[in-house]
């Protein structure tokens, strides 16, 4: 195996924010945060339906990967984009990950709808096999959502703002 490792790809330097309004209930007027099981706030959704991932989330893009011999294998996270200078399923990834990470955590997010979120953001991004990848999260994000709980703390909380 390779001599050097980290455990996730990518880790968040900076907050980031994406509007998640549309796909909120109609009443939803408040704001809550998530909290890891070691006690670090990781999520905050605002009233007004900014969703906010906090700096030093890390995570490993879209899955499945594993390394051999210093090579990741597995689902590639595209091109850089020619704004951000990330891979154009980063962002993407970033709020799925954190959104599957919390559903079990009373998230006002149903499965199918971080799953569309995941799809809209990979739109935005123009990320072009963006179809293929909504179809095997939908298809897949269940059963790799059970099977991935020993890497990624899936024991959060709800907290208030």
Known sequence: MSEVAVRWIFVLDGDYVYNIRSHLPSDWNEGCAFIDRKGQRRLEIHPNGDARVLTGYAWDGCTPKFAFFDIVIGTPDGVPNQVTKKPKAYYASLMHDAFYQFL??????????ADRLFFEILARDRFAPRRIYYVAVRVFGGVSRFFTRWKRSYAGKRAPL
């Open 104 to 113: 079990d955590a009373n998230l006002p997010l149903s499965r199918a709808q």
